[in-house]
């Protein structure tokens, strides 16, 4: 599992964990992953550590070889790493929008092309993608973050049908407002400016309201049930909802509600 130190990727380590699930936990903040590793070794599993910038391409490539010298092989893979970037598109730099791209969806196409031979060994595998909200609808001020999510969901659901005949299944996770700290820590670009940017955050971190641990829950159940969307939390089954029934004018009611 990638992002694995901290908010939902914790969660959900720690839910399967209590299913008696061993983990291979993987993220860029070692000291981060060594806390989650060590509160979520009492539940008695098997976990190994992995260092792992999921931009790097080299890194991703070791690393099934380091998860199979720790474990006999890959049931789930959880590709739940990402980051934020504020600002619109005419605000973002090239850079930016290449480096959010580069961990949120280039980071799910080289963790399942690494890992989808192991998949395929197993009896029953499952991948496990995480979109966003922002994967089903398009808020101004996210034109980079949105794009990453709706790749990811294009992608998932093109490789599930790929992969019909096999004995692999493909999730999408879209969480809703989950209580992390990606808003907190999400980049901002140059051109914003400070106070436009602290706007902005108080307006999205004000509909963070479900805890990581609800959130983890409802993924892994999600998972068990095999499930091929996973709408996580009741503001994502009323934005979907909403997009269904008014796909090109969902913002003139969402928008409203976010000020």
């Known amino acids: 599992m990638t992002g694995a130190a901290s908010g939902i990727g914790r969660a959900i380590a720690a839910a399967l964990a209590r299913r008696g699930c061993h983990l291979a936990l993987a993220d860029i903040d070692d000291a981060a992953l060594e806390g989650a590793a060590e509160e979520i070794a009492a539940s008695g599993v098997r976990i190994s550590r992995h260092h792992l910038d999921v931009a790097d391409t080299a890194a991703v490539a070791a690393l099934p070889q380091q998860v199979t010298a720790k474990h006999p092989g890959v049931d789930v893979l959880v590709n739940n790493a990402g980051v934020a970037l504020f600002g619109t598109f005419e605000q973002v730099t090239a850079g930016d929008f290449e480096w959010l791209f580069a961990i949120n969806f ?23 993608n995480m979109s966003s909200v ?12 949105s794009a990453s999510k709706f790749a990811v969901r294009g992608f998932s659901e093109a490789l599930r049908h790929e992969l019909t005949r096999t004995r692999i299944g493909v999730t999408v996770v879209h969480p809703g407002g989950v209580a992390t700290s990606i808003v907190k820590n999400a ?37 068990e049930n095999r499930k091929a969307r996973v709408l996580v939390g009741s503001d994502a ?11 090109v004018s969902y913002w003139k009611l969402i928008g409203a509600r976010i000020k």
């Open 106 to 128: 280039w980071g799910v196409v080289r963790m399942t092309r690494a890992f989808l031979p192991l998949l395929h060994e197993r009896e029953e595998a499952r991948l496990v």
């Open 134 to 145: 922002f994967g089903l609808i398009a808020p101004p001020g996210q034109t980079a973050y």
């Open 187 to 223: 980049r901002r670009s140059a051109s914003v400016a400070e106070a436009e940017a602290e706007g902005r955050h108080r307006s999205f971190e004000s509909f963070l309201r479900l805890p990581p641990e609800a959130a983890g829950e409802i993924i892994v159940r999600g998972i």
């Open 237 to 247: 089954k009323r934005i979907a909802l909403i997009e269904r029934l008014r796909p």
